[in-house]
């Protein structure tokens, strides 16, 4: 049977499907640096298109932080103490992780690409399709009203 997850549309044999497929990747980069490159964008890829995964504001946070990466090349260390500024692990009152809110209008977006399009064969192929699925990603969630 063929499930759909409910988050990103994406389809799988298990109800666990999509889960696993990000697992999987996130277990090669852990392991392999040629594919680890384009961890940052991995995380914020799947975050985005999963938002029930994160508080509304983390959500909003992290399609801002894509935009300061892919629009305005902000480095990966300058996007990581912006995570660590922005209080995601302090006491500004808010967190990245889910904590009742929830940015609804983004579940279930109809999404071009998703984690099951991403393809664990080549580490240059890989880097490509995690780019394109990035910038896919947040070509869409830039439509996606805050409110
Ligand atoms: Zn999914």
Redesign the pocket.
Known sequence: MTHR?S????LFDDPQG?WQAFGALLEREFVDAAYGRVHHLTVTTYML??PTRLSRRGWLEMRELLRLHLRDGISVAGWRSRVRSGGVNSAKGWKIKPDGTCLNAAVGWPWPI??ASIALEDPEVYGEQIQAWAASTLHEAEQIPAE
Do not use: F
């Not at 988050?7 to 994406?10: I, P, Q």
């Open positions: 997850c988050e990103c549309g994406a999509c298109q999963h998703t984690v």
